[in-house]
């Protein structure tokens, strides 16, 4: 099934859900794992953030394949060109991000020696440990996630709020369930 001119499918709705759900679990294994030093061993929580990690990847390439075939539905009637060219570029900043962020992420993982294992199963290194000049991965890796990712997300969101408190037209309702 397509995406209508009225809103989006219920395959893209769950994904768009899934992946806020799995982000919101990232941030908080982020926020409460140890600080990652040197000599840090993955304990329970670094070792969840991987999984979660891995897993958004993995529902983001399922995401991105998915949307390849089935365009967004048409705009909202009214609403002002550059409006939708800006949420436009959001979207595809926060798809860019839901693939780089993983990425880097895993990276550093393999520099520092964490096995990359998702519920069970190994994944392979992507890095050597401590491969000369592997270091910044995850200094930009936390960076973009904490300053990039929740930037974009922040504007996303008031984006949404505003057309539902402001101009209370139907973009938010576009991408609810059951609509
Ligand atoms: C979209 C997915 C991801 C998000 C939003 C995310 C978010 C974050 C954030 C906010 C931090 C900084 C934590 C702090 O303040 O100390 C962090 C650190 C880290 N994350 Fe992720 N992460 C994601 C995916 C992954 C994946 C897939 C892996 C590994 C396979 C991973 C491995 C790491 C590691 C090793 C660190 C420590 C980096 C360092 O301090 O040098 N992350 N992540
Ligand atoms: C409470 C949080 C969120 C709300 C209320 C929300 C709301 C929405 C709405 C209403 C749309 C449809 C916009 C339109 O019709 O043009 C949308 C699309 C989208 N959202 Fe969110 N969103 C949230 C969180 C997120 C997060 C965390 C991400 C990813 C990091 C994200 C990524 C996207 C993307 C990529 C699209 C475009 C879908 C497409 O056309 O393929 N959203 N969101």
Excluded: C
């Amino acid at each position: 099934m397509s995406n209508t001119t009225t809103g989006y499918t219920g395959t893209a709705k769950a994904l768009h859900w899934t992946i806020v759900a799995l982000l919101i679990v990232q941030f908080i294994a982020a926020w409460t794992m140890p600080d990652i030093k040197r000599d840090t061993k993955p304990d329970t929580l670094i070792n969840l953030h991987i999984s979660v990690g891995v897993l958004i990847l993995f529902v983001a390439v399922l995401r991105l394949t998915w949307r390849a075939g089935h365009p967004e539905p048409p705009p909202e009637d009214g609403l002002p060109p550059r409006q939708v060219q800006s949420a436009r570029a959001v979207h595809w900043l926060l798809y860019a991000l839901l693939f780089v962020l993983p990425v880097l992420g895993w990276l550093n993982a393999s520099w520092r020696g964490f096995p990359v294992i998702m519920f069970g199963l190994e994944l392979p290194k992507l890095l050597a440990t401590r491969a000369p000049g592997g270091g910044w991965t995850g200094d930009v890796h936390a960076l973009l996630a904490t300053y990039g990712l929740l930037t974009l997300v922040g504007l996303h969101v008031a984006a949404a709020l505003y057309h539902y408190f402001i101009r209370r037209d139907g973009v938010l309702q576009r991408m609810l369930p059951g609509r």
